[in-house]
């Protein structure tokens, strides 16, 4: 099958300086693992090698100023029912500057990802952001089930997406 979405051409939109890409082979993934691994609070102590396995089977979006990497976001998908946003950061120096916003409308308004039957991501602190693009909390939460892993990235470490510690 060659003619599944995600075999699809790299799509490349420009705002000024900036542009986001969808080329998987311009990311940067030394600095995406930096940022995640030392300054997220979901992602923090993820080896590289998760990192890497994690971008090659997701749609990943890189933002650039020139040909350094300032932000990213992947979605995992199905290509056809179902979409998870994970993973979404811009770095501080460029925050500000509706990258964020802009990064979230490119990543919806994407033809690839047209149509799916849901969208989900989680969040700790961002809910404006995403409900910019048409994210609404769970409208009924209690048929929602997660299995939490045995261990995470770190040994020991707290749910990153608690309202608070040991939560």
Do not use: C
């Amino acid at each position: 099958m060659n003619d599944t979405p995600q075999d699809s051409a790299p799509r490349t939109f420009r705002r000024g300086p900036y542009e986001i890409s969808t080329d998987r082979a311009r990311l940067d993934l030394g600095a995406v693992h930096r940022w995640l691994e030392q300054s997220s609070y979901w992602a923090n102590g993820i080896p590289l090698p998760t990192l890497r396995r994690a971008v090659q089977h997701s749609l990943p979006f890189g933002v650039y100023q020139g040909t350094t990497l300032v932000g990213f976001a992947r979605v995992v998908t199905d290509y056809a029912t179902f979409a998870y946003v994970g993973d979404v950061f811009v770095l501080e120096e460029h925050r500000g500057k509706g990258l964020s916003k802009w990064l979230m409308e490119v990543i919806a308004e994407d033809p690839r990802l047209d149509g799916f039957r849901r969208w989900m991501l989680a969040t700790r602190d961002a809910h404006g952001l995403y409900a910019q693009t048409g994210f609404v909390p769970l409208s009924q939460a209690s048929r929602w089930m997660e299995k939490r892993p045995v261990r995470g990235y770190v040994e020991g470490a707290p749910d990153p997406l608690a309202d608070s510690p040991g939560a």
